[in-house]
Structures are given as structure tokens and as C-alpha cells.
């Protein structure tokens, strides 16, 4: 095989043992990588009803053929398990050394299993797999865990790692790198830490074999030196993923006081241009020319890396206004290993059933020394903590009453920082995301505020919403890829099958990567289907209760709500161009037409197909 190394890097912690397996080139070509070979790799080898949390559960670190060659972002790898916090498929995705190194040391994907009898890190150096002791690692933070296993293996290495949210198994717990980078929001982090690994450390120098060198370097070589030249390129260095503040505001679709209004009264104070106005660096992924992380000198003196989620989620979703406090909130986060979205929505939830008497906290809106206790509650799962970080389904149907319907998730995961009131589109995304609800996969709101059709249910929103499915979902979580050059800037979709080619030889068409993504969804569902059995419904498609039954409270669109029953005419329209039937099932015609035909025979065990 070219552009892939063929080969997975197996630890099973509980024995102790590391060993290095092939994988077919029919998975490579079916699968490709990332997303698309974690989830064959857990549909096979992980057994039906493994508790997340478990010894059992595979930990998956997956690169794709793309990365670390020397083309546009090609640094970022996808973390997946079966989820502790929904119960179904998890990923995330993180641009980090880690990703890069891994390849060079001659593999595409990690998959750990079983778990360690004190807590350890795993090093890899080319060939070199061991499995070390991090007892003195266990109980701190990730900066200084990360400080220490740099100091050790060199500064060029690659990590990935948790805080104490992953060691104690909050829900919101995500796997970090690089003091700011964050993937795995379906309690990636909470799977490592179930599995007593601290950390893992890479460190390769191996040449990953392309299938046309020369091709490869020139696609780069132009590729880099195109991204500075679009007309978007200065505007994005400005303000980076903060361009969507003020979007989101004038659309009345920021996020605000637990997604109960879409308007923030300081937006000024949290926007772009007040990000612009206090960074101090840039921070970004490997092999990036258009980094995108701005950082800020926060309320505590230290440095914290912005993102949009981040300051919207911890800002106006918890009625804070302070920039500076909020860069506090964020970069604690970061130090814990808390996911920013997770956490940003259990604080603005518990904010909201303090107001309304449903718990025995005292939290206020904007109370940003409440928001921190609380964070590192829920980072030790220690008092109020311990409730609020089983994630907010969960926390909810504790509390009981009407807490509920003030959870602010998709199938447990929760929302991230777009207000779907009055975005019919975006709440199907939100709905039909195969991890949960996550912006990732189908990010169509900034489609749909300005189509003329907003608050319209018709076919023309599944078509989008499946369009980007394919393109975000399929290609770019499989190749793996940043999407920010395509979605920021315009970078053409064309160029993806190119570089596909020259690194793998295999020629693909759009279409072609299409169908792939629609396979890759399809196993994804197959992977739900699978382990909710009979009790999977269609209802787990659908977005927050809130959105459809209390109307925005503030702002231009004040009063305004989804419709239940349009929304649910969407889901089967939905439904039916993805060829999946009423339950949101793939029917057997429709695996059979994405080759997944031995796949449906064994789905069919689990439940009854179509
Ligand atoms: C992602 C989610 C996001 S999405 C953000 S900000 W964003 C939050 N970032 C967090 C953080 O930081 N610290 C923290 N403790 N928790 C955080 N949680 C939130 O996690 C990130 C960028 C961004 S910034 C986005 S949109 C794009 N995401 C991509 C994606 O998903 N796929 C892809 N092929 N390319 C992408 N490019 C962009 O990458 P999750 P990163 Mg992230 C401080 O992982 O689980 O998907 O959640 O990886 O290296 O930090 O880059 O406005
Ligand atoms: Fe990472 Fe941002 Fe560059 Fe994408 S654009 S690779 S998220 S730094």
C-alpha cells in the first residue's frame, strides 16, 4: 500500500502487551482512514453492549492517508471509542504533533484496549513501543503533565493527553494537546481515564511511502502558497473561528443563558473584534499556514486559546460578558481536560435550574467565581460537580421535573454553540450528527440564516444538510483533514481526490468520496442500531426539547420556536434520501448498494432491517 502505512499499533493495557497488525487495503479503500477506519475497527473487533467504560472499550487514535505529508493541514487525527456520555459511536478531532509523529513512526492508528493496573503513558519512537509508569503523572493537570513528558522526550514530540476530568470520568472530559488543542467531546478524554492512560507520547522519523512523491510535493507546494492569496485569508487571521459572533448575534442564534435567548447584551465585549483587540499569539495545528488559535492574556495573568465555541459556550451561554474571565474559565478547561462545549453547557444549565429552585446550588447568571468552582467540581466529580458532570441528559432525568426539557443535548451530547429556535436545518444537523449533537458535520446555519428560507422546512434543508454530511463527515474526518480552508476560505473541494491520488494512487472522483461518506454514515447508524437494539427510535434524532417547547425570549425573533411535527416531516424526508427507513435505519438495499452487505447481515442479529 502507498499513502497508507497499512498498520495499526494494538495496546492492550490489562495484559501489558503492544504488537503491530496490517490492515487489508480493502478496508484502506473502503474506509480510508480517520473516522471511517475507526468505526469499521470498532464495528468489528468490539463486542456488542461493551460497557464504555469498561476494559473492553477500543480507544482509538486514527490518522488517514493525508496527514503528515508535507499539503495543507494535513496535522489533525480522530479519536473515537463507543461513547460513556451517549452510548453510541464517539469521535472527536484534533490537530496535534501527535498526528503527525504517528505516521512517521510507520502507522496509521492506535487501538488501545483493556486497562492498566496503575495509571501509565504509552511511548512510541519509530519501532520503540513501551508502556511507562505516570503515577507521579496521575492527579495533575495537562499543562503539567505535559511540561514534564516534553522535558523528558524532547520538545518536537507529540502528545496527547487528560486532566483530572478524564481521570475521574466526568462526561465532559476530552483529550488535549499542546495547551489548547481539544478533540473527543463524547467523553474521549473519560475512556482514557477508564483505562488508567495518562497520556500517550509519539516520536517518528520514518518516511511514509506516497504513491507519486514528486506529485505530492508540488500539490503542497502550490497548495501552500495558494491559502495566503484568498481574498478571505486576512480577515480569517484576524478574527478566526470569532467570526461567527457576530454572525450568530445579528441572527439571533448566539447561544445565551442556557440557549434561552439568541441575543447577548455584551456582545461587544466577546466578539471578534474584542478577541482581535486582546491577542497576543497565534497558536495553531502542524502543517498549517492559516493557524487560527488566538490567544489572550486571561483574568489570571495566563495564556488562553480562544475559539468561538469556547468564548460563546463559557460567555454567553453562562451570562458572562468578560472576555478576560472567560479566557480563565477556558483555559482552565484546557488544564483539566474539560471539553469547553460540554462544560459551557452544564454550567449554563445548572445557572438555569438554580434560578428556577430544581437544585440546592447558588449559581447566577454571569457568576464567574461560581463557574469555576463548578468546573473543578466537575473535573473531581466532588460536590454539585459530581451531578452536573454525568452531562446534562443524564443530570437531568436526576433532578427530575422539568429538567428535562432545560438539557441542552442530541442523543446526550451536548449542543454546540448555535441557538436552532428558528433554524430548522441546523437543528437536523444537530439531530442527525452521528456522534450527537456537534456542529462538525454539517455546520448549514450560516447557509440557511441568509437563504431566504429560514424558517422553512422543506427538502432543499435535508439536501444541505446531507450535502455537508458527506463533504465534512465523509471526506474530510476520513482523509483526515482540516475543513477550514475549504469552509473559511474557499479552498476547492477538487484538490482533495488529487492529493488522494498522488498519496495513495487511488483515483477518486467527488463522487466517489460521496458515496464513501455515505457508507462511513451509514456503518456509523449500523454502530447505534447495533447497541441500542429495540430501544433505538427515531426520537433520538431530534434536538434539544427546548427549541420546541419554550420560545427565544429576547431579540427580533422573540416568541419564535420550532414546530415538532415540521420538524419531524423533515426527518423522514431526511431519512428517506439517505435510504434509511423510518427509524433512521439503513435498509438492506441501501447497505448492499454502499457495500455493506456482510455488515447488514450482521446488524440484522441486533434488530430487524428492511
Ligand atoms: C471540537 C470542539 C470545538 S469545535 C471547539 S472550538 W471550534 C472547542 N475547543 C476546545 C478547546 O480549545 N479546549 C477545550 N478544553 N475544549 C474544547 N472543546 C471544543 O471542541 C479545532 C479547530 C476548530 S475550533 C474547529 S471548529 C474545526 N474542527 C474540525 C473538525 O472537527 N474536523 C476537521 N476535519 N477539521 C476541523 N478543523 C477545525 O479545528 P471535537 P483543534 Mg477539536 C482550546 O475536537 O471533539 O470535534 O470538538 O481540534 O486542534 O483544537 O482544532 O470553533
Ligand atoms: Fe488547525 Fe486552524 Fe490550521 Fe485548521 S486552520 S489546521 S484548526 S490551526
Not at 140 to 164: F, M, N, P
Amino acid at each position: 500500500m502507498k499513502g497508507w502505512n497499512g498498520k495499526i499499533l494494538r495496546v492492550d493495557l490489562t495484559k501489558r502487551t503492544t504488537e503491530v497488525t496490517p490492515y487489508s487495503e480493502d478496508i484502506a479503500k473502503r474506509f480510508i482512514g480517520g473516522r471511517g477506519l475507526a468505526v469499521k475497527l470498532l464495528w468489528e473487533e468490539l463486542p456488542q453492549g461493551a460497557d464504555p467504560l469498561g476494559s473492553e472499550n477500543m480507544l482509538i487514535f486514527a490518522t488517514g492517508p493525508y496527514t503528515a505529508f508535507n499539503i495543507p493541514n494535513s496535522g489533525k487525527m480522530v479519536i473515537a471509542a463507543k461513547s460513556p456520555l451517549t452510548g453510541g459511536y464517539g469521535d472527536g478531532n484534533i490537530g496535534t504533533r501527535a498526528a503527525t509523529h504517528m505516521r512517521k513512526c510507520g502507522i496509521d492508528a492506535v487501538v488501545v484496549t483493556g486497562k492498566a493496573d496503575k495509571p501509565v503513558y504509552l511511548y512510541v519512537e519509530d519501532d520503540k513501543v513501551e508502556i511507562y509508569d505516570a503515577g507521579h503523572l496521575w492527579g495533575k493537570d495537562s499543562y503539567v503533565a505535559e511540561d514534564w513528558l516534553l522535558d523528558k522526550h524532547g520538545k518536537a514530540s507529540g502528545t496527547l493527553l487528560i486532566g483530572q476530568s478524564g481521570e475521574n470520568k466526568c462526561m465532559y472530559a476530552t483529550v488535549v494537546s499542546q495547551k489548547g488543542r481539544a478533540g473527543g467531546r463524547p467523553a474521549m478524554g473519560a475512556v482514557m481515564g477508564s483505562k488508567n492512560l495518562k497520556a500517550a507520547v509519539f516520536k517518528g522519523s520514518k518516511e511514509i511511502p506516497a504513491a507519486d512523491p514528486e506529485k505530492l510535493k508540488e500539490l503542497g507546494r502550490t497548495g501552500f502558497a495558494k491559502i495566503p492569496k484568498f481574498d478571505a485569508f486576512p480577515y480569517w487571521k484576524k478574527v478566526g473561528t470569532m467570526m461567527a459572533a457576530d454572525m450568530m448575534q445579528t441572527a439571533s442564534a448566539l447561544p445565551t443563558r442556557n440557549f434561552s435567548e439568541g441575543v447577548f447584551e455584551h456582545i461587544d465585549k466577546v466578539n471578534g473584534d474584542a478577541v482581535h483587540a486582546a491577542t497576543v499569539t497565534q497558536r495553531g495545528c502542524p502543517n498549517c499556514n492559516m493557524i487560527c488559535g488566538n490567544t489572550i492574556i486571561d483574568s489570571e495573568g495566563k495564556e488562553s486559546e480562544l475559539d468561538y465555541e469556547n468564548v460563546t459556550m463559557l460567555g454567553s451561554n453562562i451570562g458572562l460578558g468578560n472576555l478576560k474571565q472567560i479566557g480563565t474559565l477556558n483555559r482552565i478547561c484546557d488544564e483539566l481536560g474539560l471539553d469547553t462545549i460540554g462544560a459551557g453547557n452544564g454550567i449554563g444549565f445548572a445557572m438555569e435550574c438554580s434560578e428556577k429552585g430544581l437544585i440546592d446550588l447558588d449559581i447566577k447568571w454571569g457568576d464567574f467565581e461560581g463557574a469555576k468552582k463548578l468546573l473543578y467540581e466537575m473535573a473531581m466529580m466532588e460536590g454539585h460537580g459530581a451531578l452536573i458532570g454525568l452531562g446534562t441528559k443524564v443530570a437531568a432525568e436526576k433532578i427530575g421535573g422539568i429538567a428535562p426539557s432545560l438539557a441542552i443535548h442530541a442523543k446526550g451530547l451536548e449542543v454546540s454553540a448555535y441557538d436552532c429556535h428558528v433554524c430548522p436545518g441546523m437543528a437536523l444537523s444537530f439531530g442527525t450528527s452521528p456522534i450527537g449533537a456537534h456542529h462538525k458535520d454539517a455546520w448549514v446555519i450560516s447557509w440557511e440564516i441568509s437563504s431566504g428560507i429560514r424558517e422553512e422546512y422543506g427538502p432543499e434543508k435535508a439536501d444541505k444538510v446531507i450535502e455537508f454530511q458527506r463533504i465534512r463527515g465523509g471526506m474530510f474526518e476520513t482523509l483526515v483533514s482540516c475543513r477550514f480552508p475549504w469552509i473559511e476560505l474557499g479552498y476547492e473541494l477538487e484538490e482533495y481526490p488529487l492529493y488522494m491520488e498522488a498519496a495513495t494512487g487511488v483515483k477518486m472522483t467527488l463522487d466517489d468520496m460521496w458515496k464513501m461518506g455515505d457508507r462511513v454514515y451509514a456503518l456509523v447508524r449500523a454502530f447505534w442500531a447495533r447497541e441500542y437494539g429495540e430501544k433505538w427510535s427515531r426520537l433520538m434524532d431530534y434536538p434539544p426539547e427546548k427549541w420546541f417547547k419554550y420560545p427565544l425570549t429576547e431579540g427580533a425573533l422573540a416568541g419564535k420556536k420550532l414546530d415538532k411535527d415540521k420538524y419531524d416531516k423533515l426527518l423522514s424526508v431526511y431519512y428517506e434520501k439517505r435510504g434509511w427507513d423510518e427509524r433512521g435505519i439503513p435498509t438492506k438495499a441501501t447497505m448492499k448498494d454502499l457495500d455493506l452487505s456482510e455488515e447488514a447481515k450482521q446488524l440484522a442479529k441486533y434488530v430487524e432491517l428492511e
